[in-house]
Nanobody, 114 residues
Framework: VQLVESGGGLVQAGGSLRLSCAAS????????MGWYRQAPGKQRELVAG???????NYADSVKGRFTISRDNAKNTMYLQMNSLKPEDTAVYYC?????????WGQGTQVTVSS
């Protein structure tokens, strides 16, 4: 399984971005997926997750602002980020889980200016 993120960039506070995570390879075997982020000097943290059945969960810090979704026909997962804050600045990574093993993308930088 290979995962490639896109959609990051520089945005002003209050703005929006949509991240995409395109999967290739044995995509039929992917069940859970998620978005994580890592800011400089901090540990990687879960932002949002989505099961194969479409159940979602979010970090408290992004609830009401971010929306995770997946299009299984396109083998792509998305993260719609609205009302962005400077503290959302980080490298965002997507994760796909296959038979209990996690596969990571290379990350995409999101920078929110104040």
């Amino acid at each position: 399984v290979q995962l490639v993120e896109s959609g990051g960039g520089l945005v002003q506070a209050g703005g929006s971005l949509r991240l995409s995570c395109a999967a290739s390879g044995s995509t039929f075997s992917i069940n859970g997926m998620g978005w994580y982020r890592q800011a400089p000097g901090k540990q990687r943290e879960l932002v949002a997750g989505i099961t194969g059945g479409g159940d979602t969960n979010y970090a408290d810090s992004v609830k009401g602002r971010f929306t995770i979704s997946r299009d299984n026909a396109k083998n792509t997962m998305y993260l719609q980020m609205n009302s962005l804050k400077p503290e959302d600045t980080a490298v965002y990574y997507c994760l796909g889980v296959v038979a209990g093993k996690g596969y990571w993308g290379q990350g995409t930088q999101v920078t929110v200016s104040s």
